[in-house]
C-alpha cells in the first residue's frame, strides 16, 4: 500500500513539475508561447494549464497528508533505556545516600549546602600544601 502510495506521489510530483514548466511566464522563458493555429489558443492554453497545476497541487497534498498518516501508523514508541537496565528502585551502594534525603551530596555542595562528610580512609577532598611558616 506504501509502495503504491509513493509511486503515485511521485507522478503527480513530475506532472506537476511540467505543467509548471509549460506555462507561460510574464518573460516568456519556457512557455509554449504563441504561434496561431497551434493547438489551443493562448487563453485556452492558460487555463487548462491552470486548472491542471490546480488539480495536481490539490493531488500532491492529499498524497502527502496519506503519507504522512502512514507512517505515523507504524511509528511505533521506543525507550531509549534498554530492557537489560536496573529498575529506578534499586537500592542505593552503601556509603552513598540518595540526593533527596538531603545528606550532603554533590547538589548540595554546589548550592553552597553543608558539605559531604569525607568517607573513613579516603584521601582529603582538597589538596594539602605544606606551610612554610
Known amino acids: ?17 511540467g505543467v509548471v514548466l509549460l506555462q507561460k511566464s510574464e518573460g516568456g522563458g519556457l512557455g509554449m508561447g504563441g504561434g496561431g493555429g497551434g493547438f489551443l489558443t493562448s487563453r485556452g492554453t492558460a487555463n487548462v494549464l491552470t486548472r491542471t ?9 492529499a498524497t502527502s497528508l496519506l503519507l504522512s498518516v502512514l ?14 537496565t536496573a529498575p529506578a528502585s534499586a537500592p542505593a551502594p552503601e556509603g552513598n545516600q540518595p540526593l533527596n534525603q538531603g545528606g550532603g551530596g554533590l547538589l548540595d555542595q554546589l548550592r553552597g549546602g553543608a ?9 582529603p577532598a582538597e589538596p594539602q600544601v605544606p606551610s612554610s611558616r
Not at 53 to 61: E, H, R, V, W
Request: proline share 14%.
Open 53 to 61: 497545476t490546480a488539480i495536481l497541487a490539490m493531488g500532491f497534498f
Open 115 to 123: 558539605p559531604a562528610p569525607p568517607a573513613p580512609g579516603a584521601p
Open 71 to 84: 507512517a505515523g501508523l507504524e511509528r511505533k514508541p521506543r525507550t531509549i533505556i534498554g530492557p537489560g
Open 1 to 17: 500500500m506504501l509502495t503504491v502510495l509513493i509511486v503515485i506521489h511521485l507522478m503527480i510530483v513530475l506532472a506537476l513539475i
